[in-house]
């Protein structure tokens, strides 16, 4: 079952006064769909700038899309009322990459995990202490830390302490938008576990955003791939290593695995800061960086299409991709 659907959903902004982009409009979502199902983590990689964390502030109801709809527990978060709004954040909280964000330091960490609490139940100090207690306990923690300040944590302790918080409200969906992109690569593993430890144990579901393909490969049963506010390919239920298609994927994956000699790429050049081109409207908003461009990429922009079960990509070129593919 479908727990939360985008659809067709667009997102501008105004570019503001930089340099040569002054006044311009910058689409950091277009016309996106995507799906997410109980029980599932959608992974969703692209380097930073390709609009996958203003996905996430759409998703989480923090920033209203132009166009579009999003579809949570089969209601228009965006068309009810702000009372039915309020009921539906219940099952559906964030992870952010900052992980002192959260927490103000002037009070022990018991007051944020208990924050959501206060907010939705009429708890009484013992039912909230036991549920505090339990909320740390189950991310790892001792049930005593509940006392200690922001300062007294590690990092990791402390993105621990917001998954408590996070978890606080027995939620279905958690947008996890860079949330282990901060931490050290051995705390990155601690907590990629736990978070994989609490979807099975509590059937959750993930909205996992980040530019680290291992990370969401780790922790992902389906991918999406974005690239200038669109999605370029979708796969579930395989490896991503053996499968990825479109040649932006392909770039991703190399900066991972190292070149291949099908896929040589200076990667110092191909992942500079992202532009927004404003000659490829109708034609593929990847034209500038793709080495097997055609006249068709140039005309007409392409639509996500099916490559095998649950494997979509856009890309005109597929049918040659594939076949360097398989000559790897």
Known sequence: MDLLKVNQVSKTFKSGHFFFSKGRVVEAVKDLSVKIEEGVCLGLVGESGCGKSTLGRIILGLEPPQS???????????????QEQKKLRKDLQAVFQDYNSAINPRYPVKMAIGEPLRNYFRLSLLEEKKRIQELLELVGLNPDDMNKYSFQFSGGQLQRVNIARALALNPKLIVLDEAVSSLDVSVQAQILNLLADLKKELNLSYLFISHDIEAVYYLSDAIAVM????????????????QLTHPYSKKLLSSVLGPHPHFRT???????????????????????????????????????????????????????????????
Request: aromatic share 10%; proline share 1%.
């Open 266 to 328: 200076d990667l110092s050049a191909e992942f500079d800061e992202l532009q927004i081109k404003s000659d490829t409207a109708n034609g593929c908003n990847y034209i500038d960086r793709c080495n097997i461009k055609d006249q068709v990429c140039f005309k007409v922009k392409p639509a996500l299409t099916s490559v095998s079960e649950d494997h979509l990509v856009a890309c005109h070129k597929m049918k040659k991709i594939s076949g360097i593919q398989m000559a790897i």
């Open 227 to 242: 690239y200038l506010g669109q999605i370029v390919e979708f796969i579930e239920g395989m490896s991503i290593f053996d």
């Open 68 to 82: 579009g709809q999003v579809i949570f527990q089969g209601k228009d978060f965006y068309k009810i009322s702000r």
